[in-house]
Structure formats: structure tokens, C-alpha cells
């Protein structure tokens, strides 16, 4: 870590620059080094004296994170590591040496004083959250390569064109925008620390509407819910109105809880929510939590009355001066059942996270990982590549394709031979012996 020069002009005109800017990471330096100031001109008459007759001493300094005292030549002085530094050890300490010619170590490649703040980073913990950070970074990378294969697929076939695969194609949407917004979080802010010590405005918004798209994951999920139950309890409800309501629903609802989330962190006093680029969990997450867990519960009500009004009747039947349920309805419900419990385990399972360096956070880590990133993945399998009338829609098109006749198929010579049986004054009916 390159260090600031120590002497005293530089020191006052670098605490003059700070105190002129508004970061808070700036005013934890500022009020870092007025202290360390403080220290340092207490000890300073003493340390002289104490220099004169013991020999060499480094001079004390602050190096734009940690004060460091004065030095005897030849050893090393410790501080605590800083706490405010994203991915560092408070418990652990930092060191800079003095040399033997009184004066403190410099980087070969700078030539400027350095801090060895390398032994402030657990490295086994570092390469485990770098693993799971490539779990999420590969889970959103699948997701999001299926759910634009999904949306293709359902674009392409006209015929598949419906209320319903309308819906699934804003549920894909979502997912997919969501899916490269979390890529695009951790390519340019969690695997650049100098833009998360930075906390632009920029990070902070690509916060804010990534997790405006997160809400609308549950959202539309809500939608096909509602859809379903509609369509099954309330068919009397016109459904192109009703598709239309569901799209204010899906992309409008989570504009008010992401506004509320929005404006309490970003005047909340506590720096803890607001440094960093919004990255450390906070307590005010809740208030995205309670609308996510509310479309769970809905959906699970939904999805109850929908079951009952099936049981109902399948067992009633046409008895009852209504048709049975069509198969295609009974997929959606059944992959709709799926996804319900699934989409929301992630946050089922935050209130449980265990403390850390417990022996399940791993088993914890992996587990949300996997369950977040490959959400999109599932919602692509179960509404359209399990979906039997895409599967059916792709067969009828494969097999056109790898089938289609040729100019030199069997069916043209046959008709070839029959035109000239034809012309050369036959009955127009031809043997076996002709076709051959």
C-alpha cells in the first residue's frame, strides 16, 4: 500500500483536501488523522529526547489509513487493521517496517513509503467467497442464456401465441433482466474493490434497480397465479382485460416498496447502509422481504382454491354443466405448484443464516447460491422447455425441416414415371413392376 509522504505541510494540506469533501469514507480518514495528529504531537518531545540517546528512530506518520509512532531503526511497528476497508480483518493487524538507516520501507515498484496490508485479508476466506461468487456468476450465466432461448422459442412459434404465453414471456423477461443486471453487478462493482471504496452514485443505482427487477421476478410470478386462478374460479372476468391489469401488476407493483427501500437507506444515518455501494446487508432489506414473501402467500392461496376447484371438478365432471379441466391448464398449474416453494427458498431460508465462521455457513453460502442464480433456469424449464405444446411445436419443426422432400426424393421420380406412363397412352395406373 503506497503511503503519503510524513511531514507536516503535506500531512495539513492533504487533511485540508479531505475536509473540503463530503464522503463519508472521507471524513472516517480526516477524523483517523486529526486523531492520529493528536497522538502523534503528544509523544513527539518525549520521543526526541528518547531518539538522541537511544539511536535511529523512524518518524511517526500517517499513511492515509493507520497512524503509525515513532519507530526504533531495525523493527516493525503494528496497528489494527481498518475496519472500514471492504474485505479486511478488523482482528488482524497490519505492519510497517523501519530500517536500519531510520527512515521507513519503500516499495521497490513506487519508491513511495508503504503499509504491508496484505496479512489484513484471510486468504482462505477470500478464495471461498471468490467461489461462491463464481457459483452466482455461472448460475445467472446459464439462466440467462435459457430464458432467452425460452422467449426465442415462444416468439418464433405464432401458433404458441396466447394470454398465457404472453405472461411467461414477461415472467422470462424479467428474470433475463434481472439475470444480466446481477452479472453486470459482479463484473464492474464486486470484483472491483476501488469501486466499492469509491461508493459512486452510479453503483448505487445499478443496486436499486437490480433489485427492481428482483421484486418483479415475484411479481410476475403473482401474475401467473392470479391468472390461473381467475381463468379457473372467475371465467366470467374478460381475459384480455385481465392480461392487461396483470401488466400494471407485474411491472408496476414493486415501484412502491423499491421507492420506500430507496429512500430510507439512502437517508438512513447509519453509514453501515450507506457506504460501499449499498453491498453489506441491512436491516432495511425487510422492506423488500415483506412484499416478496406476501406474493408467496397469495400464490399458495391461489393455488389452494385452484386445487379444490379442480378435485371438485374432475370428480363432478360434465354433470355439472361445465367441462373438465384441459390438460394444458393442469401443466401450468402443476409447474406453477413447482416454482411457488422454489423461487422463494432464498428467502425462506435468510432469517436462518448462521453466525459467521459457523460450521454450516458454507453448507448456507452454496445453498443460496444456487437457489438465487438458478431460478431463471427453472422458470425457463418448467413454463417452456417441459411445456408440451412447445415440445411439440419444436418436434413438428424439427421434423419438417430434417424430412422435408427433395427434388430427387422417391416421390418425384414416382411422379415422373406416371406422367410418362400417362403420355404414352396407358390407364394411368401403375404396378409394381412400373414403380420400379
Known sequence: MAVSPSTTETLTEVAQNVSDTESPLDKIILERQEACWMM????????????????LFCPGTFDGWSCWPETRAGSSAHAPCPDFVTGFDPNRMAHKECLQNGTWFRHPSSDKEWSNYTTCINMDDLNWRQQVNRIYEIGYLVSLVALLTSIGILFYFKSLRCARTTLHMHLFASFAINNALWLLWYRIVVNQPEVIVDNGLGCQVLH???????????AWMLCEGLYLHTLLVAAFISESRLVKWLYGLGWGMPVIPIIIYTALRATNPDIEDTKECWINESPLTIVLIIPVCASMVLNLIFLCNILRVLLIKLRAGPRVGSSRPSSTLLQA?????????????????????????HPWEAVYEVTSAITASFQGLCVATLFCFCNGEVVAQVKRRWQHLMFRPRANSCTATTVSVRQIVRSNGGNGILTDEDNV
Open 333 to 357: 398449474l402443476r409447474a406453477t405448484l413447482l416454482l411457488v416453494p422454489l423461487l422463494g427458498l432464498h428467502y425462506l431460508v435468510t432469517p436462518f443464516r448462521p453466525p459467521e465462521n
Open 208 to 218: 436499486v434497480i437490480l433489485h427492481y427487477f428482483l421484486l418483479t421476478n415475484y
Open 40 to 55: 502523534l504531537n503528544r509523544t513527539s518531545t518525549t520521543q526526541t529526547i528518547t531518539a538522541t540517546v537511544a539511536g
